[in-house]
């Protein structure tokens, strides 16, 4: 997860050096005997790593923290995902009982106002089992702790496929920009793999390009690129993708993706490190600093298309927001606030749909199964 786009502030507190941090040593260590990782390796232990990775290890959220998500930022975000699946869930027929999935929930707070929406609709409350997919134990306590008396059943697994079979509604906002990205540069003989390695003399780790090209049809045709392009794949998004389409298309049901990143794939460099609310070197300290990459919505709209699913938009996610009632949620809220508070309406409904804070970058795309009418937010039909 990236976050909102950091201020302009340092980090908290001199870094730790390299020499202290648990996961530099062992990363050399296997690069000493295995030699160099792939980005994508290198961003999987960083952020997972069972001992020292970034997630399990802290809760990476608010001002302590590294990054503020849309559901920190306000209530009305979580509040109008829930009414969202509440209306997609008349859509589907009302089936009872159905699954509400979230994917990486973070602190639980999503999840938490969107029950709280969902209340208006007490067939659908009654309805609801609760799964939280979330890989990371510091925040599994965390959403504990938030959602103890939620309401709905509440079930925790580690991955999709743990979650029982059955009529479901999934969200998931930054969770695909935190999955490992692949980087491919345009070299001499084609493409060739961007690997990380250790540098003994400069005590770090670097960028370096594996020697032989790759032998790979699905990737776009070097010829008409310059050398030096780059481009990146999220092998495991697409094949979470791919996986939530095959699910909907078996089970019925309908999943929310947001996050920010492009609608249309083309050539760039997106991986980038955030801590204390700065952007900061992704090689240095893995496992200290969020690592995220843009998302590419169209590989993801592909993969779960090609597994038969409808898509939808990717919309940015101000005019969806907008759409789903925001303004008249905030004036609501408003109206019972104290001026401060209101101050804080107005913020947070400013930075989550103006077009130079998240209302742009931000996307939110829709897939959905069991031939299902455009889910709110996306007037056009499935593309
Ligand atoms: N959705 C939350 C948190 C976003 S941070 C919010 O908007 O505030 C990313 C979340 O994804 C964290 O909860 C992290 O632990 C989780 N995560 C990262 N990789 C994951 C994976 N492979 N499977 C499931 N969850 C993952």
Redesign the pocket.
Known sequence: ?SGDKPADTPADGPADSPADNGLTALLRARFESAGPMTVAEFMAEA??HPRYGY?ATRDP?GLAGDFT????ISQMFGELIGLWCAQVWGQMGAPDPVRLVE?????G??MADALRAAAVMPAFRTALRVHL????PV?TAAQQRTLARAGPPLAWHRALEEVPAGPMLLVA???FD??PVRQLQRGQGGWHERLVDWDAEAGRFRLVLSQRPLIDDSLPDPAGLAPGTIIERCPAGEALAAALGARLVRDGGAALIIDYGHAASGPGETLQAVRGHAYADPLADPGKADLTAHVDFARLAEAARSAGAAIYGPAPQGPFLAALGLAMRAERLTAGATPAQAEDIRAALHRLTAPEQMGTLFKVMAMTAGRLPPPPGFADSAV
């Open positions: 997860m952020l997972s997630y959220f998500t849309a559901p920190e994917l990486g929930p973070g602190r707070t999503l997919v979330e890989t990371s925040l906002n930054e969770v935190a999955l």
